[in-house]
Nanobody, 126 residues
Framework: VQLQAFGGGLVQAGGSLRLSCAASGRTFSNYFMGWFRQAPGQERGAIAAITRGGGSTYYTDSVKDRFTISRDNAKNTVYLQMNSLKPEDMAVYYC????????????????????WGQGTKVTVSS
């Protein structure tokens, strides 16, 4: 499956952005989807994930209650709504797809994802 992430940009602290990740090539609903981010000088890490049908979502503590992951399988798209953005949220954001049925214990392992989008940059000004 091919993934293309978009929606990044410059936003002031406290503002909002919605990232989208469009999938093509294979049946999108067969994939567990995750969002990762990588800040300058830091390792890439998972921040949110969603099961194939969208029934379960997972978040790291750093974004919980501020970010919302969702998906529209009819549109082959996964979203990340980011509210109350902070300067520390500034990073390149990546979407990723896993053919496996991940859960709260495994979604943050990047090696479990077989497909990756190209990344979209989010800049948060203070």
């Amino acid at each position: 499956v091919q993934l293309q992430a978009f929606g990044g940009g410059l936003v002031q602290a406290g503002g909002s952005l919605r990232l989208s990740c469009a999938a093509s090539g294979r049946t999108f609903s067969n994939y567990f989807m995750g969002w990762f981010r990588q800040a300058p000088g830091q390792e890439r890490g998972a921040i949110a994930a969603i099961t194939r049908g969208g029934g379960s979502t997972y978040y790291t503590d750093s974004v919980k209650d501020r970010f919302t992951i969702s998906r529209d399988n009819a549109k082959n798209t996964v979203y990340l709504q980011m509210n109350s953005l902070k300067p520390e949220d500034m990073a390149v954001y990546y979407c990723a797809a896993s053919p496996g049925g991940l859960d709260s214990y495994s979604y943050y392992h990047d090696y479990k994802y077989a497909y990756w989008g190209q990344g979209t940059k989010v800049t948060v000004s203070s």
